[in-house]
């Protein structure tokens, strides 16, 4: 399906049926906006995806004059806080910040389809930033790369602790994927979100993780966390010493995250339009794009025709890693 706005849309909106839709008329539409505008962040307050959004937000909010206010609405790794921005009034007060977990995976590995449409529900606005994932281990673990991870874990007959950020987080997913495409098993540790999950792993509680980058970032300089592989199809610019998954003998193994920012389905055009133009301005930024790496994140400008584009290509993928690892939730 196209996210871009149909012919048919774009007719309506001039006349008074979709103005009275977007609860808009012409001149209000083109003073927008009068006050803060809510970003719907559906993950909890310090993951990777709301840094991003935070840090995007203030540029953008910078340009518009008004603030973009970050509310973490947290709960089934994201489905209630989707839901909740699907609903909104689609007057320009609310954005939703989303991932790829909540729109092209968790639609694919639930029986019960979510009470929102990832195609339908929003519009993309940007893309903010990708995500970097690795695979790292607590120093105490007596591993060095994947391969000798696959072998004590299999010695271990399982009995390793491996922290998510709950059922349905991204962490979640890479931890079932690496299952399946390596025959070994794990005992996942649920947490409240991804942060608590990283500072337990640090700690010592549990012994290995699918960690972000920005996650990992502050643990850094102790040591406590060793990173073993790269997630992602090819190597990271930031650690290019680091081999992948895929190189280390997970053939095929690609898991990658990103985040963006969309509008509610029904907003009106010009108010669309306006979004796109101040969020790509504000993401060309060098300083922001400085500030998005060093907080262990990597620039991810992606207009809204590519972002798209992005999300069927991730839908159709992730399709068909459920085909081939049976992976459910349910």
């Not at 990658?256 to 969020?279: K, M």
Request: glycine share 8%; proline share 6%; charged share 20%.
């Amino acid at each position: 399906m196209d996210y871009s706005l149909s012919r048919r849309e774009a007719i309506g909106a001039i006349g008074a049926s979709t103005v009275a839709l977007a609860g808009l008329s012409p001149a209000r539409a083109s003073t927008w906006p009068t006050r803060a505008i809510n970003v719907i962040m559906p993950l909890q307050a310090g993951s990777a995806s709301d840094v991003a959004v935070r840090i995007a937000g203030d540029a953008i909010g910078q340009r518009l004059k008004h603030n973009l206010v970050v509310e973490n609405v947290t709960g089934a790794a994201g489905l209630i806080g989707a839901t909740r921005a699907a609903r909104a009034a689609p007057d320009g007060y609310t954005l939703a910040a989303l991932n790829n977990s909540i729109l092209t995976i968790l639609p694919n590995v639930r029986a019960k389809k979510p009470d929102f449409d990832p195609f339908e529900s929003f519009v993309p606005i940007v893309g903010v930033a990708n995500i970097p994932t690795y695979l790292g281990v607590h120093k105490s673990l007596p591993v060095n790369n994947v391969p000798e991870l696959i072998a004590y874990l299999k010695a271990k007959n399982g009995d390793v602790t491996c922290a998510t950020g709950g059922v349905g987080s991204p962490q979640h997913f890479a931890t079932e994927m690496f299952m399946a495409m390596t025959g070994v098993s794990v005992r996942q540790v649920p947490y409240r979100g991804a942060a608590a999950a990283a500072t337990d792993l640090a700690g010592g509680h549990a012994q290995m993780m699918f960690i972000a980058r920005s996650l990992y970032v502050p643990f850094e300089p102790s040591g406590a966390i060793r990173l073993i592989g790269f997630c992602g199809p090819k190597r990271s610019q930031d650690t290019p010493q680091l081999t992948t998954l895929d190189e280390q003998g997970v053939s095929g193994y690609d898991y990658s995250s990103w985040v963006g920012y969309f509008s509610v389905r029904g907003t009106a055009p010009a108010i669309i339009d306006r979004l796109r133009q101040e969020a790509g301005a504000a993401l060309a930024d060098p300083a922001l794009q400085a500030k998005l790496v060093a907080s262990g994140l990597e620039n991810w400008f992606q207009d809204h025709e590519a972002l798209a584009a992005v999300i069927r290509e991730d839908d159709v993928r992730w399709r068909k890693v459920v085909k081939a690892t049976n992976l459910s939730i349910d």
